[in-house]
């Protein structure tokens, strides 16, 4: 079953095309089926009146007109030679031939009759040839097809001549059946094609939908999907719509009121700094500028991981380990202790500059914590996976959690003389998952602690 829905719709249409065509043939051939007919008619002696009637009819006739005794299944002809050879009829022939002779009289000795075969079900004959019929296309045999007899009977009348009655089955396989496939494969093929479109029509505004969903939930900004589609689609997009002006709403109203927070609390601390500035004792000066600063880094922080949500930066494409390579570079640089190991390019699509500050705290929190850091990348079939690895004595599993938590810092199984916020991991894990990702933590094998960000593939960019 295809799981995309056109493809479930598809093959719906199909299989209610091909069981209604089926149905069609089934129901006429039942319809068409005298077989049970036939049998009844040679037992009960009704071909035997006929032959009967027909041999007076033509002995009285002056004209001995045989075309005019004949009808669809039972045909009758005047010939100067005996059709078949009596010396070689069955038990049942020689039966029906005595069951003659007594209807004709004994003015009529040379009367026989000769059942060619028994009446079978048009169903299995018709799916016997129409088998026949597939196994020869492709190959240059040609079937002709015609009336089968099923029953033979002959009369010498008097003049020597013979009245000969043949009585027909239908036809084994109907040969306007395989001409009707043609015209059935063309409205097939011109029904599928209208229902595609109708399909493509329905589900279209879903695709759209859904990549406008994906869009929105990793973080970027989006507009209105255009309303287009049935009734029912209509109402989906219109409440995703109206879904989306109340979350636009709410992030905006919460960042302007994130930065009136900032403005209104930046400005007492610049009056406390300005008059920590007439102190005369240094120490008490030092220590008020202290914490100030304090204060002010914790608002900076607090406001950064508010509007973690409502960065502007777009998604693109670009190679991830490149980005990293010179990550580790830069850090390198600046005196800390960082090694990467390169590998082939990772084409991505993401936010560059957010994931780059993900990945710099947790560079920046291992080296804090394990004095050196190793930085490697494994690609997988559908995922890749940065492997920050510090040289640490790890945390307890059960405490791993606790470090995702805003403000949270687990000083008790790291260095307690390392400083920070506690904000660095939460706000790597909210932008690692706005990526559809995840962070990872476990402790590595003779090492410290192994922070995996691990971010989805797209198949549109895999190799």
């Known amino acids: 079953m295809p799981k995309k829905l056109v493809g479930q719709i598809i093959s719906l249409i199909l299989f209610m095309l091909l069981s209604t065509h089926i149905l069609i043939f089934f129901f006429f051939f039942v319809k068409t089926d005298f077989h049970k007919e036939l049998e009844n008619r040679i037992d009960n002696g009704t071909y035997i009146n006929q032959m009967f009637s027909a041999v007076n009819v033509i002995e009285n006739s002056k004209f001995r007109d045989d075309f005019s005794l004949s009808s669809f299944r039972v045909k009758f002809y005047v010939i100067n030679n005996p059709l078949f050879d009596t010396n070689h009829l069955t038990s049942r022939d020689k039966l029906l031939s005595n069951n003659l002779q007594e209807k004709m009289g004994t003015q009529y000795p040379n009367a026989s009759m000769q059942q060619l075969y028994v009446p079978q079900s048009r169903i299995y004959i018709a799916l016997k040839n129409f088998v026949e019929y597939i196994d020869r296309i492709g190959t240059d045999e040609i079937q002709t097809y015609s009336p089968a007899v099923i029953l033979q009977s002959q009369v010498q ?12 089955d239908v036809y084994p396989y109907p040969t306007w059946m395989a001409e009707t496939l043609k015209p059935l494969s063309i409205f097939t093929s011109f029904f599928l094609l209208f229902s595609i479109i109708i399909i493509l029509g329905i589900t279209s505004p879903l695709a759209e939908l859904a990549k406008k969903a994906h869009q929105l939930g990793i973080g970027e900004k989006i507009k209105e999907v255009k309303l287009r589609g049935p009734i029912d689609v209509q109402n989906v997009i219109i409440a995703f719509n109206t879904m989306l002006k109340r979350v636009t709403n709410v992030n905006d109203h919460r960042a302007r009121a994130l930065a009136a927070i900032s403005h209104d609390i930046r400005t007492p601390l610049t009056s406390m700094r300005l008059q920590a500035e007439f102190i005369a004792e240094k120490d008490i000066q030092d220590n008020i500028f202290k914490k100030i600063d304090e204060m002010e880094q914790i608002c900076e922080a607090t406001i950064t991981f508010a509007l973690q949500d409502s960065w502007a930066e777009k998604t693109r494409v670009f190679d991830i380990v490149s980005l990293v390579d010179s990550l580790c570079s ?48 494994i690609r997988s079939d559908t995922v890749l996976k940065i492997h920050i690895i510090d040289d640490g004595k790890g945390i307890p599993v059960d405490k791993m959690e606790l470090l995702f938590a805003p403000f949270e810092r687990l000083e008790n199984s790291r260095n307690r003389n390392s400083g920070g916020l506690g904000l660095g991991m939460a706000i790597a894990r909210s932008v690692v ?31």
Not at 157 to 168: E, F, H, K, P, T
Request: glycine share 8%.
């Open 157 to 168: 009348l008097n003049n020597g001549q013979w009245v000969v009655m043949l009585i027909l």
């Open 330 to 377: 830069d850090l390198s640089e600046q005196g800390l202790d960082v090694s990467f190991e390169l590998t082939e390019k990772i084409k991505v699509a993401g936010r560059p500059v957010a994931l780059k500050r993900a990945i710099t705290n947790l560079i920046k929190n291992g080296v804090e914590y394990g004095n050196s850091v190793q930085v490697s990348i």
């Open 433 to 463: 998952r706005s990526h559809g990702g995840e962070i990872e933590l476990a402790n590595a094998e003779n090492k410290g602690l192994d922070a995996i960000v691990v971010l989805p593939l797209s198949p549109s960019l895999m190799d």
